[in-house]
């Protein structure tokens, strides 16, 4: 949190269950169910304006699966630099956030829209959950838990390389494709199953998320790297230099706390800065089956990357 935000009044409340360091916010409503909030918005990162409206409203939606919530209504945030960039533009990319939006069942109910000189755009999202015990964090992580991802890596590789007008069309078209996927086909398998702990892989890869549940849980990691899912592409636009600039913040964040000495490569996928990712669950060895299977009867691929460990120093093995 911020130094300003650091206990001040604004910040506290008996009523507030999950604040910074989550996916999201969470509040106590009176009659039981608790609240989630979130935001999230970005510039371009695709050349197609439908596809970036996709793509914003399928990420700021995705916290509130992560957490175990339904998605209720969402605020437009639009920022546009009118005179230089058609609003025909515009139209587009809120027509696709719209069509995603109403695929999660989440009504927009208004927003707030600025001129900037750099284009942005994303949604304020409400969501709820029945009940505090049906709520997941990224704390809740124990000692065996199996990690289980969904959505391969590679997102923020391959965003670079579309910016750069260097990405063969076919892996754009696969990565807008994993992007616009929502979260939610594999939020009702894991509510199905039950897990310890969620999140969903975003903006600090996947370590760096992984490690957020290792602090939260007080736990250590063992991660197959192998295992790993990758998108189609990822490698080869890595060795000809498209990472992004986020990706090495993260992976300078998270080498302290890697045990090992991967090939660079590797750390620099498992650090990439992902757009939608994928959720990243911890669920108890004797539910792994259900789970995956679960995830099966949704048609949510996924795959078992690891499992958390003792240790209170959160750090992660890479075997």
């Not at 919530?69 to 630099?81: D, E, F, I, N, R």
């Not at 592409?233 to 890697?258: I, K, Q």
Request: charged share 20%.
């Amino acid at each position: 949190m911020l130094r300003p935000l650091h206990d001040h009044p604004a910040t506290r409340s008996p009523d507030v269950l999950v604040g910074p360091g989550d996916d999201a916010g969470v509040y106590r409503l009176a009659d039981g169910r608790v609240l989630i909030q979130t935001v999230d918005f970005f510039t371009p990162i695709v050349d197609d304006p439908y596809d970036w409206g996709r793509i914003a409203a399928a990420n700021a939606l995705s916290d509130v699966y992560a957490m175990g919530g339904s998605p209720l209504t969402a605020l437009q945030l639009v920022g546009w630099p009118r005179g230089e960039i058609p609003l025909a533009a515009l139209e587009e990319v809120i027509r696709g956030g719209a069509d995603v939006m109403a695929e999660g069942g989440c009504v927009i109910v208004g927003g707030h829209s600025i001129d900037d000189r750099e284009p942005k755009y994303g949604f304020a999202v409400t969501g709820t959950v029945a009940s505090v015990e049906e709520l997941v964090t990224n704390a809740g992580g124990r000692p065996g838990d199996r990690l289980v991802l969904t959505k391969p890596l590679g997102l923020g590789i391959i965003a670079t390389a579309v910016k750069a007008g260097a990405c063969p069309p076919e892996v754009a078209a696969e990565a807008v494709e994993t992007m616009v996927a929502l979260n939610d086909r594999a939020a009702r398998a894991m509510h199905r199953v039950g897990a310890h702990a969620a999140t969903d892989v975003t903006g600090f890869g996947l370590l760096g998320h992984l490690r957020e549940i290792l602090v939260a849980s007080g736990l250590s990691a063992v991660v197959d790297a192998e295992a790993v899912p990758v998108l189609p592409g990822v490698v080869e636009l890595l060795g000809a230099g498209f990472w992004p600039g986020g990706s090495g913040r993260n992976l300078d964040s998270v080498r302290p706390h890697v045990l090992d000495d991967p090939a660079e490569a590797t750390l620099q996928i498992l650090c990439d800065a992902q757009t939608s990712g994928g959720l990243l669950m911890a669920v108890p060895p004797d539910r792994e089956g259900a789970l995956l299977g679960a995830l099966e009867e949704e048609g949510v691929a996924a795959a078992v990357i690891g499992e958390l460990t003792d240790g209170p120093e959160a750090t992660i093995r890479l075997c």
